[in-house]
């Protein structure tokens, strides 16, 4: 897919920061293990049916997305597909996540795409998060996103739970302007 340049400066989503990485991995228990016991983060939720599991240095509600590798489709919450069957084959990179300031923000990026038809793969409705989702030039998935709640933990509470991300219409609603991220940040 070739992007053009006036599609790329049309739209700018400028994120506030590169909020965290989700990755394919082939064991997800053997990586969990490996970001907790080895790098240090806190496992803070894994949703059992897809396979996902997600760690935290405390500051926001994953800095590290882990999903076992499988041959089918992930479904989520009311048949939203997570990941398509041609996806997440093999261990690697899901997408980067890149943090919104806020909501606002995200909707008027996402509107800006749409409007200079830049390719949106999905919304999302993460209920910790909104997101859209887009490939770059060389296909590599990028997620933008933007809190939707300030208490992240009611959700990602350090246990298991059921499959938390369905669809998102950015324009069903009046986007809020509050920033909902942890700020400041703990070191």
């Given amino acids: 897919m070739t992007v053009r340049t006036n599609t790329v400066s049309a739209v700018k989503y400028g994120p506030r920061r590169l909020g965290h990485c989700?990755?394919?991995?082939?064991?997800?228990?053997?990586?969990?293990?490996?970001?907790?016991?080895?790098?240090?983060?806190?496992e803070v939720f894994r949703e059992s049916a897809l396979?996902?599991?997600?760690?935290?240095?405390?500051?926001?509600?994953h800095d590290i997305g882990l999903c076992e590798i499988s041959a089918e489709a992930r479904i989520?919450?009311?048949?939203?597909?997570?990941v398509a069957k041609?996806?997440?084959?093999?261990?690697?990179?899901?997408?980067?996540?890149?943090?919104?300031?806020?909501e606002k923000l995200l909707v008027e990026a996402y509107n800006r795409a749409i409007s200079v038809n830049q390719k949106i793969h999905r919304t999302t409705d993460h209920q910790i998060s909104h997101s859209n989702y887009v490939f770059d030039p060389d296909g590599n998935l990028h997620e933008f996103y933007a809190d939707a709640m300030t208490d992240w933990r009611t959700i990602f509470h350090g246990g298991t739970g059921p499959e938390i991300s369905g669809d998102w219409d950015p324009n069903a609603a009046p986007p809020s302007n509050k920033p909902k991220f942890q700020d400041p940040f703990e070191l």
């Fill in 76 to 82: 989520g919450r009311d048949g939203h597909v997570q």
């Fill in 86 to 102: 041609e996806r997440g084959n093999h261990a690697g990179l899901n997408h980067f996540g890149w943090e919104m300031e806020n």
């Fill in 22 to 42: 989700n990755l394919f991995v082939t064991d997800l228990e053997r990586s969990m293990q490996f970001f907790n016991k080895v790098c240090g983060f806190e």
């Fill in 51 to 61: 396979d996902f599991g997600f760690l935290s240095n405390g500051n926001t509600h």
